[in-house]
């Protein structure tokens, strides 16, 4: 769970500083092909953590459902051998 938690964290922090960098860079006193160009060098030299973002959340969105897929088919199971229970006891 904590490795969970700490992955959250740099996920979001990335995330952060990303969209904070581009927020500051619009905001900024300069022409919009200026601030156009700045977000573009910004962007390229976050390229490789946009990538290893984008590959952590497919991860975690893959073993969330393996995860979701594994209890469901538990509960089911589950809910099978009380319908059968119950049946037998009639």
């Known amino acids: 769970m904590s490795d969970s938690k700490n992955s959250n964290f740099f996920l979001g922090f990335i995330l952060g500083a990303v969209m904070g960098g581009a927020i500051a860079l619009l905001l900024a006193p300069s022409s919009g092909e200026e601030n156009i160009k700045k977000i573009k060098d910004c962007f390229n030299e976050n390229r490789d953590k946009l990538d290893d973002l984008k590959d952590n959340i497919e991860s975690y969105m893959t073993k969330g ?19 059968e229970n119950t049946q037998e006891d009639f």
């Open 65 to 83: 459902k393996d995860y979701i897929d594994t209890k469901a088919e538990t509960l089911r199971s589950t809910i099978e051998k009380l319908k």
